[in-house]
């Protein structure tokens, strides 16, 4: 059911007013009554960072195509009648975009895995080592759709200029990467 809500103010203040009564206790407790109810069509993808843990969070970008302004706090989140998270809003206006964090989807599993470590020192000049690492990370879907999976990792800088850091090649390549 679509809740009808009375919306007005001018700048930066909003006034909502429920268009239906609501009971509040009087025993000093605190008590969040319903403003609003809507659907709201949501872009759903896959973030990883599998250096720091192997999983995958969910997360859905939405367009704010309400009549209202969302102020800052927390928020439930459904799919359907089923609850997926409680997250954390910031103030999104009208037809803004945000990005919600919806947790660990176990159905996406991650593994990252050392393969290659080699180490060996040339004498012609001067005294030089060079050391290669290899990664490989793994997804596997077990979610029975396609899913949109960004799989963040990084490549290490030397601070000092004698040591010189190569990337080497990445299979499949990828999409887009932080530094373009």
Do not use: W
């Amino acid at each position: 059911p679509v809740m009808k809500v009375e919306t007005s103010g001018t700048g930066a203040s909003v006034t909502y007013r429920c268009g239906h009564p609501v009971t509040i206790a009087g025993d000093g407790s605190t008590h969040r009554p319903m403003i609003a109810d809507f659907d709201l069509p949501a872009r759903l993808d896959h973030v990883t960072v599998p250096k720091l843990a192997e999983e995958a969070y969910l997360r859905a970008t939405i367009t704010n195509t309400s009549d209202y302004v969302f102020l800052p706090g927390p928020a439930s989140v459904f799919h359907d009648d089923e609850y997926v998270s409680a997250t954390e809003l910031k103030l999104t206006a009208r037809n803004e975009e945000i990005k919600l964090q919806l947790g660990v989807d176990s159905r996406v599993k991650v593994k990252r895995e050392l393969v290659t470590r080699d180490t060996s020192k040339t004498f012609l000049i001067g005294n030089s080592r060079k050391i290669e690492l290899g990664y490989r990370i793994e997804v596997q879907n077990l979610t029975g759709r396609v899913a949109s999976v960004m799989v963040e990792d990084q490549v290490p800088h030397s601070r000092h200029e004698e040591i010189k850091v190569k990337p080497g090649t990445l299979t499949p390549k990828p999409a887009m990467t932080a530094s373009g």
